[in-house]
Structure formats: C-alpha cells, structure tokens
C-alpha cells in the first residue's frame, strides 16, 4: 500500500464491503502522540503552512469541513466555545508553545492572543542571550535533569495509548 501515511487508518467493513463509519474523535487520538517530558499531545496527522508559511499547524477532515488540529482539539476536546475567538497555545513547559501541541490550547481574542505572542518571542531571546533566567521561565534550573518533570498522558488520550499497546 505504498503512499499511505504512517497515521493512515483501514477503515473496517461490514460482511457486505461496506465502510463502517470510525467516530471523529478515535480518528484525530490515531493521530496524536504524547510527549512525557513537556506534557504535549502532537499532531502526527497532516499538516500545513500557517499564516505567513513559517508555522507548521495541523489540519483534521471532521467529516465536511476541515479544521486545524488544535481549534477541533479546543472545541470537540476540551469543550471550549471558540466562536468569534484564536485558539492560543499555551504549552507550559517550553518557552515557544508547539503548533502542534493539541493539549495545551486556550481561546483568547486575537489582542490577547498577539500580545502573548510578542511577550513570548521576547522572554525566549532575552533567556537566549542571558537577560532572564532559565529557572524565570520554567520554576528549575537548566541542569538539574533530577527535577525535570515527566507528565501523565491527559484522560482523552489514554484510551488510544492503550489500544496501540495492544
């Protein structure tokens, strides 16, 4: 079956060949994978090039319409209303939140969400070149690997961790 994504489900069939449907949500948790060192669920599934094509962003097929992966994440997930709002990554342990991280997703306005950017970028240089602190950013120092965190895979996810161990 060559060109078929590592991520590419074989959807099952009845005894008459026909497709049986696999629910949304089983379909976007095959498409994650869990990082226990910052506690981020990545989307593995397809990706694109996001406004000024130098951010990676997943995208997930809900049926007809197609979404990026961490707004579906923010509504179908974690119940959010993002009507009329941005979906702000807000991964806590890394100081440039992951596009791709579906976990750590918050809605804010796009003020709110322009200005976290900006202080973002600015705390990651300053850190960069020595004006703050790596333990400001991150409550540790940057060499004591003894007190580096390892974080439990959230309850959505876990359902499909288990069934790949399988």
């Not at 979404?67 to 009329?84: E, V």
Request: aromatic share 12%; charged share 20%; with cysteine.
């Amino acid at each position: 079956m060559a060109g078929w994504g590592k991520n590419h489900i074989i959807l099952p069939r009845t005894a008459g060949g026909m497709f049986i449907p696999i629910p949304a949500i089983e379909r976007f948790r095959a498409k994650c994978r869990f990082e226990p060192e910052t506690g981020c669920v990545i989307w593995e599934g397809s990706k694109s090039w996001g406004r000024g094509k130098n951010i990676r962003y997943g995208g997930f097929r809900d049926g007809k319409t197609i979404w990026l992966a961490h707004r579906w994440s923010a509504k179908h997930i974690h119940g959010f209303d993002i009507d009329g709002l941005q979906v702000d990554h807000c991964c806590p342990n890394i100081p440039i939140p992951n596009t791709l991280c579906v976990e750590h997703v918050r809605p804010l306005s796009s003020e709110q969400n322009r200005w976290l950017q900006t202080e973002r970028r600015r705390q990651y240089v300053h850190m960069q070149v020595g004006l703050l602190p790596y333990e400001d950013i991150y409550g540790f120092a940057e060499t004591d690997d003894d007190l580096i965190p390892f974080y439990d895979p959230p309850a959505w996810l876990v359902t499909q961790l288990a069934t790949c161990a399988t």
